[in-house]
């Protein structure tokens, strides 16, 4: 594959993320009104909704410092060069030895320390409140999602996402116990991560329950924007990640015509347009849980995770 | 070059007595910190020069035993901890430029100062049994005097009591150590030890010595107590040569004694080892976080950072055992760059927090806030520190953290059960302690530096002086330059695994884009310089964008917070409440903590009041116990101090007998 097509791939791929977050948060924000018998916003409010952030003057606080004006560009930076790494239409990206599944993970815990900090710059007690809880549910997180990472990395012989999604792509890998389990925790991290029900809620405002709005209530305009650019990008980097490992067919390998990347790029979009669309019924069919249950839901990732690294260490064949 | 390196550490011993001589003139304080780093950059250009070129030297003095002299040798793995101890010397002299102005009683800390800089080179230096004996008690000594430099501050006196205590066992254990090596014939020089043979009985005995001595000096948990009494009671950039420096000093000695002392190991002392760094490190950053202290945070991190570097050695013993040479060189270079790593952003931290010391007098940080306005520079350089010590990419913690993950990722062809499940158990404990870590430095920086002052102190603390920021900016710097350049690192930390394992890395410098791949490009690699290009790329292209194509307009208002800003910075979170979800999550186990409510009836004009009861399980059911037993037998013993002369005599004449009999029993 010549330089000039891995480059162009890369470029798509990175452009590809950027196009696609904002309608697959509007996509499920659909689905989830039309389960409630509701017509809802149109697929391309979210697409509306940043443009006229971004058009708005910015508001901030007297005390906020320089973190917490910096804190957008490099946390949506973060987000976006994380989601743009995970394979979706194509398995290799030319790219892909600047970070493995391990500092994939990283890259969105950097983006959270920092949405954390910027949470606690203005000196508000809701500021206080959501970084706190944020870093609570990231403590259970972020190891549950090492762990899956270890499962799937023993699984695959390798952390680099090229590799893993050319692996499960190409040959036959069945059902798997590890696998199942690794599955099953990172859905719940994935719900974690990105603040769905019942964990959070993406809707509310001016509840105590809540934890990543109550970080960002203190932005407004371009930052703002920003912000919920990021948590769209994440979102979307989960179902890719879900789709490129555990369902990972159609996905165009190294050397594949300009046909089997287009195929690729239509079967990854239906890919996400499924996974969001069972996010949407999930959300809808439960009611969110007290904040201090989430440990325990959490807790239960981060012990599947670990049962299936184990299962792996003790026989290959699990 | 050795001779030229013993030079410049009699050249800090000399300045001990300048200290002394000058202790009531203003002038010493400038004159000895200045003296000092420059014999400390002196030994850290030849350490440097030496370690890259790969030199090996030995060198006998007629000092010491007389039937033994004093040995001492270079070789990779002392030039690697040389570089350690007078990187961090150099820049703690540095620091003492500025920070020393402040100190009250100048002459508790001057003399002991360079002498603790000389006993940590000797250390690494020492190449016999006396002399690394002689030079590890004397750095416990001296360490000791500077922890009670303040004597007179509430708690320091325990501190310095407890800390005499354990350093004084771990000595004990080391003697033991080296007599069991030294076997019948009292061969003390390490050269002989090397070679001789040891039986599998003793070999484990010492690997136990070994782990309970300088574990006990590097704060391996349950010997961590003194430490973070210990290291926050020193001057600051002291706690920073403690924290950052004198720990690795303490690895350094389990690594000198178990890797290359005592030959090839057994698979159960990884087992060990693994066991207790894994436990180390999430007990470490679990008190840390129910800290709200600033040293004593710190210090407790550095509990937990002793963790993740000896998870390393344990998986590289746990390799070395099975004959998996590259494998057991990557742990190892995962423990070794980790040892570097921390010493950088360690002594970092505590620089930041000695700045902040003299700015607000203040360590509680309930008492702090909003210094971001007022110290721009120290905020800058400590939110680097934090952002490290977390493991976030492209910093250098991540680095380390990340080749440990790696190793743990070979391990499932490791033949025992033990290792299989111990080691699992001990990835989960590392990414644990990971998130925990970032919750932590949230926690540290989002309160004392962010959001509203809690104190007049806070409201006008004032930048540190040019001396102190020099040094936290340098460390800054390098904590950034060795994680976007880690293969430089790793590829100088091969010459150490290739002398004590005999294997080493793949040569990294040669990968694309900077890249390290520990294994093969195809498994695993990293590479910070193209995160930092492309984080700083995708920053600018939407600073860029959102300005030229949205609105670049900002005003400045009342914080929104939903409508009801808060009257007083004492609403703000606090690091209590802060931390208040993660103690409930893990605090009811490990610390039994416990919320009490008092909530008066209607009517009752008493204010309510919530208090938390947190009980330190190690001390309670290990020391407490110890410390009773002890006063009792002293009790019991103490009618021995009023017998008669005749008594006393008899008493002699009786254990002489019984010692003789012995003798005649088992001679």
Same mark, same amino acid.
């Not at chain 2, 973070?228 to 600051?236: D, E, G, R, T, V």
């Not at chain 2, 060990?272 to 999430?282: R, Y």
């Not at chain 2, 959102?546 to 670049?552: A, E, K, L, N, Q």
């Not at chain 2, 407490?624 to 037993?629: G, L, R, S, T």
């Given at each position: 594959?010549?330089?000039i097509t891995?480059?162009f791939?890369?470029?798509?791929q990175?452009?590809? &993320?950027?196009?696609?977050?904002?309608?697959?948060?509007?996509?499920?924000?659909k689905?989830?009104?039309?389960?409630?018998?509701?017509?809802g916003?149109?697929?391309?409010q979210?697409?509306r909704?940043?443009?006229?952030?971004?058009?708005?003057?910015?508001?901030?606080?007297?005390?906020a410092?320089?973190?917490?004006?910096?804190?957008p560009?490099l946390?949506?930076?973060?987000?976006?060069?994380a989601?743009?790494?995970?394979?979706?239409f194509a398995?290799d990206?030319p790219?892909?030895p600047?970070?493995?599944?391990?500092?994939?993970?990283?890259?969105l815990?950097?983006a959270?320390?920092?949405?954390a900090l910027?949470?606690m710059?203005?000196?508000?007690?809701f500021?206080?409140?959501?970084?706190?809880r944020?870093v609570?549910i990231a403590?259970?997180?972020e190891?549950?999602m090492?762990?899956?990472?270890?499962?799937?990395?023993?699984?695959?012989?390798s952390?680099?996402?090229g590799?893993?999604a050319?692996l499960?792509a190409?040959?036959?890998?069945g059902?798997?116990v590890s696998?199942g389990?690794?599955l099953?925790?990172?859905?719940i991290?994935?719900?974690a991560?990105?603040?769905?029900?019942p &964990?959070?809620?993406?809707?509310?405002?001016l509840e105590?329950t809540m934890?990543?709005?109550?970080?960002?209530?203190?932005y407004?305009?371009?930052?703002?924007?920003?912000?919920e650019?990021?948590t769209s990008?994440?979102?979307?980097?989960y179902l890719s990640?879900?789709?490129?490992?555990?369902?990972?067919?159609?996905?165009a390998?190294t050397?594949a015509?300009?046909a089997?990347?287009?195929f690729g790029?239509?079967?990854? &979009?239906?890919k996400?347009?499924?996974?969001g669309?069972?996010?949407?019924?999930?959300?809808?069919?439960i009611?969110k849980?007290?904040?201090?249950?989430?440990?325990?839901?959490?807790?239960?990732?981060?012990?599947?995770?670990?049962?299936?690294?184990?299962?792996l260490?003790?026989?290959a064949?699990l | 070059?050795?001779?030229?390196?013993?030079? =410049?550490v009699a050249g800090?011993l000399?300045?001990v007595?300048?200290?002394?001589l000058?202790?009531?003139r203003?002038?010493?304080?400038?004159?000895?910190y200045?003296a000092?780093?420059?014999?400390?950059a002196?030994?850290?250009?030849?350490?440097?020069?030496?370690?890259?070129r790969g030199t090996e030297?030995?060198l006998?003095l007629?000092?010491?035993?007389?039937? =033994?002299?004093?040995?001492?040798?270079?070789?990779?793995?002392?030039?690697?901890?040389?570089v350690?101890?007078?990187?961090?010397?150099?820049?703690?002299?540095?620091y003492?430029?500025?920070?020393?102005?402040?100190?009250k009683?100048?002459?508790r800390?001057l003399?002991?100062f360079?002498?603790?800089?000389?006993?940590m080179?000797?250390?690494?230096l020492?190449d016999?049994?006396?002399?690394?004996?002689?030079?590890w008690?004397?750095?416990s000594l001296a360490?000791?005097?500077?922890?009670?430099?303040?004597?007179?501050e509430p708690?320091?006196?325990?501190?310095?009591?407890?800390?005499?205590?354990m350093?004084?066992?771990?000595?004990l /254990?080391?003697?033991?150590?080296? @007599?069991?090596?030294?076997?019948?014939?009292?061969?003390?020089d390490?050269?002989?030890?090397?070679t001789?043979t #040891?039986?599998?009985?003793?070999?484990?005995l010492?690997?136990?010595?070994?782990l309970?001595?300088?574990?006990?000096?590097?704060?391996?948990?349950?010997?961590?107590?003194?430490l973070?009494?210990?290291?926050?009671?020193?001057?600051?950039h002291?706690? %920073?040569?403690?924290?950052g420096?004198m720990?690795? /000093?303490a690895v350094?000695g389990?690594?000198?004694?178990?890797f290359?002392?005592?030959?090839?190991?057994?698979?159960w002392?990884a087992v060990?080892?693994?066991?207790?760094? @894994?436990?180390?490190?999430?007990?470490g950053?679990?008190?840390?976080?129910m800290e709200?202290?600033?040293?004593r945070?710190?210090?407790?991190?550095?509990?937990?950072n002793i963790?993740i570097?000896?998870i390393g050695?344990?998986l590289?013993?746990?390799? *070395?055992a099975?004959?998996m040479?590259?494998?057991?060189?990557?742990?190892?270079?995962?423990?070794?760059?980790?040892v570097?790593?921390?010493?950088?952003f360690?002594? =970092?931290?505590f620089?930041g927090a000695?700045?902040?010391?003299?700015?607000?007098?203040?360590?509680d940080m309930?008492?702090?806030?909003?210094?971001?306005?007022?110290?721009?520079v120290?905020a800058g350089?400590?939110?680097v520190g934090?952002a490290?010590?977390s493991a976030?990419?492209?910093?250098?913690?991540?680095?380390?953290?990340?080749l440990?993950f790696?190793?743990?990722l070979?391990?499932?062809?490791l033949?025992q059960?033990?290792? #299989?499940?111990?080691?699992p158990?001990v $990835?989960?404990?590392?990414?644990?302690s990971?998130?925990?870590a970032a919750?932590?430095f949230?926690?540290?920086y989002?309160v004392?530096f962010?959001?509203r002052?809690?104190?007049?102190a806070?409201?006008? %603390?004032?930048?540190?002086?040019?001396?102190?920021?020099?040094?936290?900016?340098?460390?800054?710097a390098l904590?950034a330059?060795?994680?976007i350049?880690p293969?430089?690192?790793?590829?100088?930390?091969a010459?150490?695994?290739?002398?004590l394992?005999?294997a080493?890395?793949?040569?990294q410098?040669?990968n694309?884009?900077l890249?390290?791949?520990p294994?093969?490009?195809?498994?695993?690699?990293?590479?910070?310089?193209?995160?930092?290009?492309f984080?700083?790329?995708?920053?600018?292209?939407?600073?860029?964008v !959102?300005?030229?194509?949205?609105?670049?307009l900002m005003?400045?208002?009342?914080?929104w917070?939903c409508?009801y800003p808060?009257a007083s910075p004492?609403? *703000?979170?606090s690091?209590?409440?802060?931390? *208040?979800?993660?103690?409930r999550v893990?605090?009811?186990?490990?610390?039994r903590?416990?919320? !009490?409510?008092?909530?008066?009836p209607?009517?009752? $004009?008493?204010p %309510?009041?919530?208090t938390?009861?947190?009980h330190d399980l190690?001390w309670?059911?290990?020391y407490?116990?110890?410390?009773?037993?002890v006063s009792?037998i002293?009790?019991r013993l103490?009618?021995? *101090?009023?017998?008669?002369?005749?008594?006393?005599l008899?008493?002699?004449f009786?254990?002489?007998?019984?010692?003789?009999?012995?003798?005649?029993?088992? @001679?």
């Open positions: 594959m010549g330089l891995s480059s791939i890369e470029g798509a990175i452009l590809l &993320v950027l196009a696609l977050a904002p309608l697959l948060t509007g996509f499920v924000r689905i989830k009104a039309r389960l409630m018998r509701r017509r916003p149109p697929l391309l979210p697409y909704d940043l443009v006229r952030l971004m058009r708005k003057d910015t508001v901030v606080a007297h005390n410092s320089w973190l917490f004006r910096a804190a560009y946390i949506f930076a973060c987000t976006w060069l989601s743009a790494l995970v394979p979706s398995a990206l790219f892909s600047a970070a493995d599944l391990i500092a994939l993970t990283a890259l815990g950097s959270r320390f920092f949405l910027a949470g710059d203005v000196g508000t007690s500021g206080g409140i959501g970084a706190s944020e609570m403590s259970l997180a190891p549950a090492i762990m899956i990472v270890f499962t799937i990395a023993l699984f695959a012989g952390t680099q996402l590799t893993i050319t499960f190409t040959s036959p890998v059902l798997r696998l389990l690794a099953v925790a990172l859905v991290v994935a719900i991560e990105n603040g769905r029900i &964990v959070d809620n993406p809707a509310t405002h105590l934890v990543h709005e109550a970080m960002v209530l203190e407004s305009g371009r930052h703002l924007a920003l912000i650019f990021s990008l994440q979102l979307l980097l990640l879900i789709a490129a490992i555990f369902v990972p067919w159609g996905v390998i050397g015509t300009p089997a990347y287009a790029g239509l079967v990854y &979009v239906a996400i347009a499924i996974g669309a069972l996010l949407g019924a999930f959300e809808s069919a009611a849980m007290r904040v201090f249950r989430v440990p325990v839901f959490l807790g239960t990732a981060l012990m599947l995770g670990l049962l299936g690294t184990l299962l260490f003790l026989s064949s | 070059m050795l001779p030229w390196l013993l030079v =410049l800090l000399g300045l007595v300048v200290a002394l000058g202790r009531q203003a002038i010493t304080t400038p004159l000895l200045g000092s780093l420059l014999v400390a002196g030994l850290l250009s030849v350490a440097a020069a030496g370690f890259a030297a030995s006998v007629p000092l010491g035993l007389p039937w =033994l002299g004093a040995h001492f040798r270079l070789d990779g793995l002392s030039f690697f901890f040389l350690i101890v007078d990187l961090g010397g150099a820049l703690a002299s540095l003492g430029l500025g920070y020393g102005r402040h100190e009683a100048p002459e800390v003399p002991f360079p002498a603790f800089l000389a006993a080179n000797l250390v690494v020492a016999d049994a006396f002399t690394f004996l002689f030079s008690e004397f750095m360490s000791w005097a500077l922890v009670i430099a303040h004597h007179r708690d320091n006196a325990k501190a310095g009591f407890v800390y005499i205590v350093a004084s066992f771990g000595t /254990v080391l003697l033991l150590a080296f @007599g069991l090596l030294a076997g019948r014939d009292g061969t003390y390490f050269a002989t030890i090397r001789a #040891k039986p599998t009985l003793v070999a484990g010492v690997f136990l010595l070994a309970v001595g300088p574990g006990s000096k590097a704060g391996l948990v349950p010997l961590q107590v003194w973070p009494l210990a290291h926050p009671a020193a001057p600051s002291v706690s %920073a040569l403690l924290s420096v720990t690795k /000093v350094y389990f690594v000198r004694i178990v290359d002392l005592l030959g090839p190991p057994d698979w002392w060990l080892v693994l066991a207790l760094g @894994g436990t180390t490190s999430v007990l950053v679990l008190y840390a976080l709200h202290d600033i040293k945070l710190l210090a407790y991190h550095t509990v937990e963790g570097i000896f050695l344990g590289a013993l746990a390799f *070395q099975n004959a040479a590259t494998a057991a060189a990557l742990a190892l270079t995962a423990a070794l760059f980790h570097l790593n921390h010493s950088l360690k002594s =970092l931290l620089f000695g700045s902040v010391l003299v700015a607000t007098g203040e360590r309930e008492h702090l806030g909003g210094l971001i306005h007022r110290m721009p120290t350089a400590f939110l934090c490290a010590i976030l990419p492209p910093l250098n913690g991540f680095v380390s953290e990340w440990t790696q190793a743990i070979l391990s499932p062809i033949p059960w033990g290792l #299989k499940f111990v080691v158990a $990835g989960a404990a590392l990414a644990l990971a998130a925990l919750a932590c949230v926690k540290a989002g004392s962010l959001g002052p809690r104190s007049s806070a409201a006008n %603390a004032h930048e540190a002086d040019p001396f102190s920021l020099a040094a936290m900016l340098t460390l800054a904590c330059l060795a994680g350049f293969a430089t690192v790793i590829d100088q930390i010459g150490v695994t290739e002398g394992l005999h080493r890395l793949p040569l410098a040669g694309d884009f890249s390290i791949a294994i093969a490009a195809s498994r695993s690699s990293y590479s910070g310089l193209l995160l930092v290009i984080i700083a790329g995708a920053m600018a292209l939407t600073a860029f !959102i300005h030229r194509f949205g609105s670049r005003r400045r208002s009342d914080p917070d409508g808060d004492l609403t *703000q979170y690091a209590s409440s802060f931390a *208040q979800p993660i103690r893990y605090g009811t186990l490990v610390f903590a416990r919320e !009490i409510v008092e909530m008066p209607p009517g009752d $004009g008493r %309510a009041r919530l938390v009861e947190l190690v309670d059911s290990l407490v116990p110890i410390a009773h037993a009792a002293a009790g103490n009618h021995f *101090q009023f017998l008669t002369i005749r008594r006393y008899g008493l002699v009786s254990v002489l007998v019984a010692l003789l009999l012995g003798l005649a029993i088992w @001679g």
